[in-house]
């Protein structure tokens, strides 16, 4: 992370998302926060990658609506589980590839900076 630490890159990063008007709800989600809280060191969304987006955000949502779905319709219908498994793969890469094309297209259009340069 070169010379400067994580704290200050974050603050550095609050300060930038507010100037460009990225409302810091979506710039620093409550999962971010919540991460932090446990002591890991995420990156905030607008500062990581396509891939890191796309996986961090598509993988919890497609086991959330896999076993929502699980628990209120499909068990009832006896939905085969290769299919539950693929509709879980399936909407998960789907939620997680808008989200990060929306993602990083804000921060290209707010010209924020990489997360090296903070």
Do not use: C
């Amino acid at each position: 992370m070169g010379n400067r630490s994580y704290d200050e890159r974050v603050a550095k990063a609050e300060a930038e998302l507010v100037a460009a008007g990225i409302n810091l709800s979506n710039g620093m989600p409550p999962v971010f926060r919540l991460m932090r809280a446990a002591g890991f060191q995420p990156r905030p969304p607008h500062y990581s990658s396509f891939n890191r987006i796309a996986l961090s955000m598509g993988a919890p949502f497609g086991l959330l609506f896999g076993g929502v779905m699980w628990l209120v319709v499909w068990s009832d219908e006896g939905m085969p589980m290769p299919l539950v498994l693929a509709a879980v793969v399936l909407s998960g890469a789907l939620f997680g590839f808008a989200m990060a094309y929306l993602t990083r297209r804000a921060a290209e259009k707010h010209g924020l900076s990489d997360w090296e340069e903070l």
